[in-house]
């Protein structure tokens, strides 16, 4: 298969063609080499010359996906060696979300976000929107109207709503249900991109380097360019709307924490007023979102289409979709929690936190699991190589 | 838009530096580039790093790299045939290349980043020509630079000492993108395409899922409609290439040998306007005849192969002709002038085709190639793979398999290989007057030609081929310029507003031989010279 070929929106992708693709393409990325100071894939597929699936896998997300080696490939469709790094490896990634995941029936959701096009996956995503709403309509059927429409102005007024054990409870399940499978979907990626390769120790140095790789965004730089984020101009705009989008997820984790401490240790109840460090945490950590979930839209949306895997488009805009609902129903809480609507936002509010909780192991998000172990592997392996060549003087 | 003051043909590195510092200096610029925008850029889209003249190390280079040596390795490169004053203003000017690429928002990659090879005289564009093309077109648009693509210049009109008019061609949607709408352009891509007429490919047949399917063609349903207008602008840089894309010429040059030749460049480099300029009188320098060739993959496509088509394992194998005789001795050059030096020798091979023949052994040990190499389990097998009689290659093979024993033994393994009279007689001597008594008493005939070690025996099964051509890479002719790039006459006259830069002029400088890094470096420098010169006599 060229990778000049468009793949039909909707069609399934094969896999095995989709590896074969990218053995024929990083096969010619090997003798070139002329994009290997963009980024350490290059470097990294050289020392994988005949690279197998998990090596494949390393590869693809060691890949950040900034388009260089696409806009600076003589050979790029619609040249006849069609060298189309970012896309084949993005297909790559994709294909790997759905092939490591636990439990095994998550990769048919996980499916369903590559080919939002076909009708029966289309409706299983319908239903799982709904699924989010469910603790709406619960709450619906069992509140008597009045309390539902109760403004929430003094301490409490949240747990007349959901009491506070319940929310506290469907909070941890389903985000330790997260975190477990993608956990166990995290190490199988993790034993595949080794299998083969030397071991690596691993240290708390190495791993706080990947920390720090990760914070920031060391490979993302494009060699000192930064990304080609639409059809030429090397810029610096994609890595900071991503580095925000992570700093307004953080804030609003970091609102929850302090709001359960808040809670537990200084037995101060919600809500809590607009000044106060968690509304503000979480109002900042939500307009960072928001502003930064639109600008990366945007960007995309001006991004050569020829460098994207069309069929990770239904994924993308489904993980858009769900952050997008999470953050406006909470910023619709905060602003009219005075009011009668304060029972339903808060309802809905929940509905879509819980739901993506449950869905978050069949999202895109999981992508940053990945993407760290393939840098941490990196940086092990470059470790190893250093203390080796130290070793021998 | 009034029409411009200074018309840039060509957007390689020589033009595009060209237009952007007469633009900077003032004037109106039109650059006109024959190639669709995807295929904008010439060879330069091909090329990775340049050479310059440097007197510190920097983050770019370890070491520094100053103007003497400079000009010691361009004479030594060239038999000191390059003219002085050009070289000097050449040498002197390099200093300033990276900060002016890097000016115009040109990325150099930095030795800390990625693996590079070892280079301590030249710099490397991050991501190579292509990266380095993109970025000088969004530099000249921004500084107000119309561009055309899909636009020939050509029928310069020279009157006295000036070029009163040139004409321009182009198709109708000479916009962004889409095919190139230039007749010749096209159609030697076309002709190329077809390969029908370059013997022994046909016989090379591929595993069908590892061939390279070509991309789909562009739409044809717009047949383009050409436009052709007259131009007379104040002043002309011409920087359109050389003349590797034109079969025609060249068979005129070289002979029908260049039928096997594969061009590793731009199809868009078919000399036009340098065959039309010469016939008006301007003056040569270089030698039509003299190509620079390197060893391709003959499997490569007709044009734009590029980097990646290069044979490089000589050194681990033997090399055979299409009758299956050895030729040259494969250990003999390891510098970096080795590729240029079997593209040389199988230009000269019968069909302009060689085998690169290795073992299993070898075949793990020669550096990566962009196709598979042909595979046999045994000798018959892959001679009749290649089309080659089989009795001769055997022939060869167990003459240098029994010569690379008793020279570089290391076989102990099975010693009785060793000895040459178990062979049967006829497999071991190509000739009689060959055959001398070696100390040991063992009959040994020196390998003819001689093989330049380490080598050892091939003979390991399977048996593997890569089958090679030579690979054009560029012409060494070219017009004439002065110390301002101007164009001249062959009476020695300068013509006022002609400025010629990169590839067309570079055999001034370096009408044979070549360094590595040399020609981005010629773009470069005689780019932006050309672009200030034009500029400067626009403004009188
Ligand atoms: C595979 C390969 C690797 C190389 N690597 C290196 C390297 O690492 N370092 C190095 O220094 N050199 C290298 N070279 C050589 C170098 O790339 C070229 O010599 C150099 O880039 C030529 O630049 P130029 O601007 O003169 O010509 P080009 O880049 O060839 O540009 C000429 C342009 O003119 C256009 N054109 C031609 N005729 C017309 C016309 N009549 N009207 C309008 N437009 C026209 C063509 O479309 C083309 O875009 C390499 C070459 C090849 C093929
Ligand atoms: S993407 Fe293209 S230019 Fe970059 S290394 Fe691969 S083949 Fe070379
Ligand atoms: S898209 Fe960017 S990160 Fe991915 S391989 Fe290409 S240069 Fe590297």
Redesign the interface.
């Known amino acids: ?2 990778a ?2 468009p793949v039909v929106e909707g069609a399934a992708v094969d896999a095995s063609a989709a590896a ?1 693709e990218a053995q ?1 393409i990083l ?2 990325c ?9 980024c ?1 894939v ?2 990294a597929a ?1 020392e994988r ?1 005949a690279p197998h699936r998990g090596d494949l896998s390393y590869l693809a997300h060691l890949c950040h996906a900034c388009r ?2 696409l ?12 060298v189309n790094v970012p896309r084949t490896l993005e297909r790559l990634r994709w294909l790997d979300y759905a092939d490591y995941v636990w439990p095994k029936p998550l990769a048919r959701l996980m499916r369903a976000g590559m080919v939002l096009g076909s009708k029966a996956d289309f409706a299983l995503f319908l239903k799982l929107f709904l699924a989010m709403i469910v603790p709406l309509l619960m709450g619906f059927w069992w509140l008597p109207w009045s309390q539902l429409t109760q403004p929430a102005l003094g301490p409490g007024g949240f747990y007349r709503i959901v009491p506070f054990p319940l929310m506290v409870c469907l909070g941890v399940a389903t985000l330790g249900w997260a975190l477990l499978s993608i956990g166990v979907s995290l190490v199988r990626f993790w034993r595949a991109i080794g299998g083969g390769r030397p071991a690596v120790r691993l240290t708390w140095s190495g791993l706080s380097a990947v920390l720090w790789d990760l914070a920031s965004l060391r490979h993302l730089d494009g ?3 930064g990304c080609t984020d639409s059809h ?3 810029a610096p705009a994609r890595r900071w709307l991503h580095q925000l989008l992570v700093l307004g997820f953080l804030c609003c984790f970091a609102a929850t924490v302090v709001a359960a401490f808040w809670h537990h240790v200084l037995e101060r109840v919600a809500p809590y007023p607009i000044g106060s460090l968690p509304v503000v945490l979480g109002l900042v950590g939500g307009l960072l979102m928001l502003a930064s979930a639109l600008g990366l839209w945007w960007l995309r949306r001006r991004t050569n289409p020829l460098a994207l895997a069309p069929e990770r488009k239904g994924g993308e805009i489904s993980a858009t979709l769900w952050l997008l609902a999470v953050v406006l129903s909470g910023l619709a809480l905060l602003v009219w929690r005075g009011t009668s609507a304060m029972g339903l936002l808060l309802l809905a509010h929940l509905g879509f936190v819980y739901g993506f909780f449950l869905l978050l192991p069949a999202s895109k998000f999981v992508h940053a699991g990945y993407r760290l172990l393939a840098v941490l592997r990196l940086r092990l392996e470059q470790r190893n190589i250093d203390a080796d060549t130290s070793r021998r003087g | 838009m009034k029409g411009p003051q200074v018309l840039v043909v060509g957007g390689g590195i020589a033009g595009l530096c060209a237009a952007i510092s007469a633009r900077r200096a003032g004037a109106r610029v039109l650059l006109v580039e024959s190639a669709p925008r995807w295929r904008r850029g010439g060879n330069s889209r091909h090329g990775r790093n340049f050479r310059f003249c440097h007197d510190q190390p920097s983050a770019l280079v370890p070491e520094r790299y100053q103007a003497d040596e400079f000009t010691e390795d361009l004479a030594r490169a060239t038999a000191g045939t390059g003219d002085a004053a050009l070289t000097r203003l050449l040498i002197e000017r390099s200093r300033a290349a990276p900060r002016w690429l890097l000016d115009s928002g040109v990325a150099l990659q930095e030795r800390n980043r990625g693996t590079l090879p070892f280079s301590r005289k030249t710099a490397f564009l991050l991501g190579g020509g292509q990266a380095m093309v993109n970025a000088l077109y969004a530099q000249a648009e921004r500084l107000g630079v119309d561009v055309r693509y899909g636009c020939v210049a050509n029928r310069p009109c020279l009157r006295g000492n000036r070029l009163a008019s040139i004409e321009l061609r182009s198709s109708s949607q000479s916009g962004t993108s889409g095919q190139s709408g230039q007749s010749s352009a096209s159609g030697l891509t076309g002709q190329a395409a077809e390969s029908g007429g370059v013997p022994g490919r046909s016989s090379l047949e591929l595993p069908q899922e590892l061939v390279l399917e070509p991309a789909p063609e562009h739409p044809p349903e717009q047949a383009p409609k050409l436009t052709s207008e007259t131009l007379t602008p104040d002043a002309v840089v011409l920087a359109c290439g050389g003349a590797q894309g034109n079969p025609d010429w060249l068979r005129q040059h070289c002979g029908e040998r260049v039928e096997g030749f594969i061009n590793r460049g731009t199809p868009e480099a078919h000399g036009k306007l340098l065959i039309e300029l010469l016939a008006a009188g301007a003056q040569a320098v270089g030698d039509p005849s003299r190509l620079y060739l390197v060893a391709v993959d003959a499997r490569s496509p007709p044009a734009d192969g590029g980097i990646v088509t290069r044979i490089r394992g000589m050194p681990q194998g033997m090399v055979v002709d299409r009758d299956g005789l050895r030729r040259h001795d494969e250990g003999a050059d390891r510098g970096s002038t080795r590729y240029a030096r079997w593209g040389q020798r199988l230009a000269d091979y019968p069909g302009q085709i060689g085998y690169l023949l290795l073992d299993a052994a070898a075949l793990r040990e020669v550096p990566a190639a962009l196709y598979p190499p042909l595979v046999a389990p045994d000798l018959q097998g892959l001679a009749r793979q290649i089309g080659m009689d089989a009795a001769e290659l055997e022939r060869t093979w167990l003459t240098y398999n029994a010569a690379m024993r008793s020279s570089f033994g290391d076989d102990s393994l099975r010693p009785d290989l060793h000895s040459h009279l178990e062979l049967p007689p006829h497999s071991v001597f190509p000739t009689d007057s060959h055959r001398d008594l070696h100390p040991d008493g063992s009959t040994h005939a020196p390998l003819d030609p001689p093989r330049t070690g380490p080598a050892r025996a091939l003979d390991t099964p399977p048996f593997a081929a890569y089958p090679m051509r030579p690979g054009l890479t560029f012409t060494y002719h070219g017009l004439a310029v002065d110390a301002r790039a101007r164009v001249q006459l062959s009476s020695g006259e300068p013509i006022a507003n002609l400025f010629a830069a990169g590839t067309l002029m570079a055999p001034n400088l370096c009408p044979q031989g070549y360094l590595s890094g040399l020609m981005l470096t010629i773009g470069q420098v005689f780019g932006v010279l050309a672009g200030e010169e034009a500029a400067r006599h626009v403004r009188g």
């Open positions: 298969m060229s000049a070929e074969t024929r096969a010619i090997n003798i070139c080499g002329y994009c290997n100071g963009f350490p290059f470097d050289r010359p260089n080696c806009e600076s490939c003589q050979y790029a469709p619609p040249h006849a060696f069609g060699g000192g360019a030429s101009p090397l």
